[in-house]
Each structure stands twice: as structure tokens, then as C-alpha cells.
């Protein structure tokens, strides 16, 4: 996403939008754009996601997989 905007002015909307079109290339399934929190810092904007997924493993075995990420673009 950062490489899409570098140069441009930025907007949560055309983010959101970037955003979205990469889940939807790469099948991001259990992430949906919704659970990416855009802030305003600054001159520029901080991209955060924050969520966590639980899998059947084996038997009455799960696994979950929690994953914290933030961007800072300007």
C-alpha cells in the first residue's frame, strides 16, 4: 500500500481501498477491512491491524494466531 500511494496525496479512503484490493488478490479470508483501523498522525496516517484467528488442529486441539501490525505512511 505504501508503494501504490508514495507521492500521492493520502486519503482513508483510497487506503481502505488498496487495502482492499490486496485481500481480495492474495484471499485474505479471516482479515476483513473493517478490522483495519486508520488514524490520522500527523501529516500522514497510521494503518493498524489487530485480530486473532483459532483453528482446529488435531482432535479437540486449536491453535490461535494473534497478529498486531501498524504502518506509519506520510
Same mark, same amino acid.
Given at each position: !500500500?505504501? #508503494? %501504490?500511494? $508514495?507521492?500521492? +496525496?493520502? #486519503?482513508?479512503? +483510497? *487506503?481502505?481501498? +488498496?487495502? %482492499?484490493?490486496?485481500?481480495?488478490? #492474495?484471499? !485474505?479470508?479471516?482479515? &476483513?477491512?473493517?478490522?483495519? &483501523?486508520?488514524? &490520522?498522525?500527523? $501529516?500522514?496516517? !497510521?494503518? %493498524? +491491524?489487530?485480530?486473532?484467528?483459532? !483453528? ?5 486441539? $486449536?491453535?490461535?494466531? #494473534?497478529?498486531? &501490525?501498524?504502518?506509519? *505512511?506520510d
Amino acid at each position: !500500500v505504501r #508503494e %501504490e500511494h $508514495s507521492g500521492d +496525496a493520502l #486519503e482513508p479512503r +483510497a *487506503l481502505r481501498g +488498496a487495502i %482492499e484490493r490486496r485481500f481480495d488478490i #492474495e484471499s !485474505v479470508t479471516v482479515l &476483513k477491512k473493517d478490522d483495519i &483501523k486508520i488514524t &490520522k498522525q500527523g $501529516s500522514g496516517y !497510521v494503518i %493498524e +491491524a489487530d485480530y486473532y484467528d483459532t !483453528v482446529p488442529f488435531i482432535a479437540n486441539v $486449536s491453535l490461535m494466531i #494473534e497478529f498486531k &501490525k501498524s504502518v506509519t *505512511l506520510d
